[in-house]
């Protein structure tokens, strides 16, 4: 189609308004995180005294060990889920047909449509049920469960491309199944393994309202940090951090979609 | 008779409720170019799926030179395939993808290149072990699917259409390549197709597929010039179906009456009494004056198809009937509208059984 959405009268004007709502609140945290006053509303020109502050400042203990558990948590979490991830998506694609198979596909991906606070109150009140105290522990249980269903799309869309011909032809040549997992269809699902770990990652890595529920006193991940400073008052050293891990996030989103997309380019038949 | 390499016995496969294969027996020679054919859906992929080992039996068995190998996972099966599209490993070199089934049979490192680099010099490929699949052309893809499967030394090697992604001039080729290979190598072909141009030219012996039945097991002479049944004749080649009324059977003869009165003696079976059908091939059917011949029609129209002419005419009952004519012949041909009479060559009529 020629032109399409664009030549829909107040197209631009709709578009910009979107983008301006989406966007600018985030434009300006990251300009006055460059700030050189202490205000939060006037310029007082351009500085790297409140990255400086995040990493010497007096709060940057704190800082520092909730960023040493976000990244640890999420490693772990995206880790785990994403075996998990493989594990069921090799069942749900390969495996035909099969009873309840579209309640399984449901339930792997009810996190993706449950409310948050839901899934929050209900891993809360499990943890306390089975006398699990919050902590590491518990904030790792969780993500991992959260996890999974962003790990599984991008494992089995990679899946469910690859010609099942490929591990029948290493079947024929002698390789057992394990061998053909390990030594033809691993490699190939490779792109999709990457692609969904790195999102897993960033996922568990900006998780606020499940981590604050289960993780208990003393126990704080980069979120909740912030979540904590944010309520003495909005100083510019968050809007440093939240900069920092917007970056961080940003990156990460990328690497998935290169990934994905170079992966699927490999993989296309010739 | 040589040693029966596969043997297949009362073969059942249910998908579901559907049948795919309903009651197959047959036994596949030792180094015989043996061909499966058949429309798509005839059962044909699935019979080879089950020698590969893919696929389970529903009933009845299967046997490798002897031993039973209806249970045996495919690697256990001392078979190798040539997939449709190939199936080469995307990431892994042409040489590692020829060696990989000596590798997962454990053979070392430097012997397993040997030979890989061995099967490649056969297919005239010696040049590019180094590239990957996505590097090679069609043909070339297909020549390294040939040396990964021939590479751990097969005795029974199965080919699911292979030729079918290739064009047109490569397929030809390809065919004299894959006869003179399997001449050489003295291994038993399991070759499945639904081109009976292709079947026709390779084999020694072609079972014709239909409805997850045999129809017909034979050489391609045999297959071609005594169809068994309608199926076999209209599936290979053309053929000219025409409706007979066939009198009383007495010594394997019965006297079969055409549309226009003329009556043939014809080899027919005990009870085929009745409406039948009788096929005769175009190429068979001899252009004569009007009056003449067995047959009398009208010329609709001639169809021209470079080497040959076809020509189309309808017989008074109101059937079609066609007419090959070798392109020499062009000066003298009747045109559309006049009445011609066909004589029917010796032997150029078979009756068959529905």
């Avoid at chain 1, 979120?223 to 990156?251: D, E, H, R, Y």
């Avoid at chain 2, 009651?23 to 590969?52: M, Q, Y």
């Avoid at chain 2, 009845?60 to 040539?82: C, K, S, Y």
């Amino acid at each position: 189609m020629s032109g399409g959405v664009r030549h829909y009268p107040g197209f631009a004007a709709i578009a910009a308004l979107c983008l301006a709502i989406l966007y600018l609140p985030l434009g300006v945290v990251a300009v006055y995180s460059f700030n050189a006053s202490t205000s939060i509303t006037a310029w007082g020109g351009f500085s790297w005294r409140w990255y400086i502050d995040v990493f010497q400042g007096p709060e940057a203990p704190r800082f520092r060990a909730a960023a040493w558990n976000s990244v640890t948590i999420a490693f772990l979490a995206a880790s785990v889920a994403t075996a998990i991830a493989v594990a069921a998506a090799v069942a749900m694609v390969r495996s035909g047909r099969f009873r309840g198979k579209s309640a399984t596909f449901a339930l792997i991906s009810l996190p993706l449509m449950v409310p948050e606070i839901v899934t929050a109150v209900a891993t809360l009140i499990f943890f306390s049920t089975i006398g699990l105290t919050p902590g590491y522990l518990t904030i790792l249980i969780a993500h991992i469960t959260f996890c999974i269903p962003f790990a599984y799309l991008p494992v089995a869309a990679r899946l469910s491309g690859i010609d099942p011909a490929f591990e029948a032809a290493a079947r024929d040549l002698y390789a057992s199944r394990g061998q053909a997992f390990r030594l033809i269809l691993l490699p190939l699902l490779a792109p999709g393994i990457v692609s969904g770990w790195l999102l897993a990652f960033i996922i568990s890595l900006d998780d606020f309202i499940i981590t604050n529920f289960v993780k208990g006193a003393g126990m704080e991940t980069l979120p909740t940090a912030i979540f904590g400073s944010v309520k003495q008052g909005i100083k510019p050293n968050i809007m440093a951090i939240s900069t920092m891990l917007l970056a961080v996030s940003i990156l990460f989103v990328t690497l998935s979609w290169l990934a994905g997309r170079t992966g699927r380019r490999a993989a296309a038949p010739s | 008779m040589a040693e029966a390499a596969v043997v297949v016995r009362d073969a059942v496969k249910l998908y579901g409720g559907v049948v795919a294969l309903d009651g197959v027996s047959l036994s596949i020679r030792d180094n015989e170019f043996f061909t499966l054919l058949g429309p798509s859906g005839c059962g044909k992929t699935t019979l080879l799926r089950l020698i590969a080992g893919f696929e389970r039996l529903t009933s009845g068995a299967i046997a490798l030179h002897g031993q039973d190998i209806a249970d045996l996972p495919p690697d256990r099966r001392p078979v190798n395939t040539v997939f449709q599209h190939y199936a080469l490993f995307p990431h892994m070199t042409v040489l590692d993808n020829v060696a990989f089934g000596l590798k997962m049979r454990g053979v070392g490192l430097a012997e397993r290149r040997r030979r890989a680099g061995e099967m490649l010099e056969m297919v005239h490929l010696s040049g590019f072990a180094g590239r990957f699949p996505a590097q090679l052309s069609g043909g070339q893809q297909q020549r390294v699917a040939l040396a990964r499967a021939l590479a751990p030394g097969p005795r029974v090697l199965l080919l699911d259409e292979p030729l079918s992604a290739l064009d047109l001039k490569l397929r030809q080729a390809m065919r004299v390549e894959l006869k003179t290979l399997q001449e050489e190598t003295g291994i038993t072909f399991i070759f499945v197709t639904h081109d009976q141009e292709e079947a026709l030219t390779m084999s020694d012996r072609i079972a014709v597929m239909s409805a997850g039945r045999l129809q017909q097991v034979g050489a391609p002479r045999e297959i071609y010039e005594e169809p068994v049944n309608r199926f076999v004749a209209d599936f290979i080649g053309e053929t000219n179906l025409v409706p007979v009324e066939v009198g009383a059977v007495a010594g394997g003869l019965a006297p079969v009456a055409l549309p226009g009165g003329a009556v043939l003696q014809l080899a027919a079976a005990p009870g085929s009494e009745g409406r039948h059908h009788v096929s005769i091939r175009p190429e068979r059917l001899r252009l004569a004056p009007s009056g003449a011949g067995q047959l009398s029609a009208r010329v609709e129209r001639i169809i021209y198809k470079g080497t040959d002419l076809q020509l189309v005419a309808r017989m008074a009952g109101g059937g079609e009937l066609h007419v090959r004519i070798q392109n020499t012949a062009r000066a003298d041909l009747p045109p559309p509208g006049a009445e011609v009479g066909l004589v029917l060559g010796e032997g150029a009529a078979r009756l068959l059984a529905d």
